[in-house]
């Protein structure tokens, strides 16, 4: 059974750099099949997707946060991370890390998700 | 980016109840279009994906048509524990995006 779990401080000052990482059990970072995906949720809000890797390093990432946002992969701990700098306020949000299939021109269904982390922007 | 349009954005309905949601893409997306379930405090599931196949282990009163820009997800008979918020999500063209949710309460 495939885990994820995120791991990072809760509370960032604002103008500061996120950073979170997702350590995953249960499967290989390093399978061809899947990417490997960061997603938000602002408090009572939607989900954003901010952006995919895959275990080569090759990553995506949403236009809306692409200045802002830094993936990497450690092959070697099994794990993926994510950095957010410049954060604000409007940056607060529950950050999930995810598994999403590799089969199509974007990142597939999404089967696996950690339990999720809340990140809190405030001074 | 494409726009994905949930309705309603919240409806009320009893056990037993047969229930559908409609997820509207903003342009042609195949069937390139998955359904979550959210429970409070929780992580999304995954409960339909590319458009009619439900995914191993979710049970069959859960299911989901459609193609191109129109799609639907139905609960044949509404169970206690399916009262949560469910979303649609395209995976046809980057970056993926989310409907706003459809939050279903109890009547």
């Known amino acids: 059974q495939v885990q994820l779990q995120e791991s990072g401080p809760g509370l960032v000052k604002p103008s500061e750099t996120l950073s979170l990482t997702c350590s995953v059990s249960?499967?290989?970072?390093?399978?061809?099949?899947?990417?490997w995906a960061w997603i938000r949720q602002p408090p009572g809000k939607g989900l954003e997707w901010i952006g995919n890797?895959?275990?080569?390093?090759?990553?995506y990432r949403n236009p809306s946060l692409k200045s802002r946002v830094t993936l990497s992969v450690d092959r070697s701990k099994n794990q993926f991370s994510l950095k957010l700098s410049s954060v604000a306020a409007a940056d607060t949000a529950v950050y999930y890390c995810?598994?999403?299939?590799?089969?199509?021109?974007?990142?597939?269904?999404?089967?696996?998700w950690g339990q999720g982390i809340l990140v809190t922007v405030s001074s | 980016d494409i726009q994905m349009t949930q309705s309603p954005s919240s409806l009320s309905a009893s056990v037993g109840d047969r229930v559908t949601i409609a997820c509207q893409a903003s342009q042609d997306i195949s069937t390139f279009l998955n359904w979550y379930q959210q429970k409070p405090g929780k992580a999304p599931t995954l409960l339909i994906y590319?458009?009619?196949n439900l995914e191993t282990g979710v049970p069959s009163r859960f299911s989901g048509s459609g193609a191109g820009t129109d799609f639907t997800f139905t609960i044949s008979s509404l169970q206690p524990e399916d009262f949560a918020t469910y979303y649609c999500?395209?995976?046809?063209?980057?970056?993926?995006?989310f409907g706003q949710g459809t939050k279903l309460e109890i009547k």
């Open positions: 590319d458009a009619s």
């Open positions: 999500q395209q995976s046809d063209n980057l970056p993926p995006t």
């Open positions: 995810a598994r999403s299939w590799r089969y199509g021109a974007a990142p597939g269904k999404i089967d696996y």
């Open positions: 890797i895959y275990y080569s390093d090759t990553n």
């Open positions: 249960g499967g290989s970072i390093s399978s061809s099949t899947y990417y």
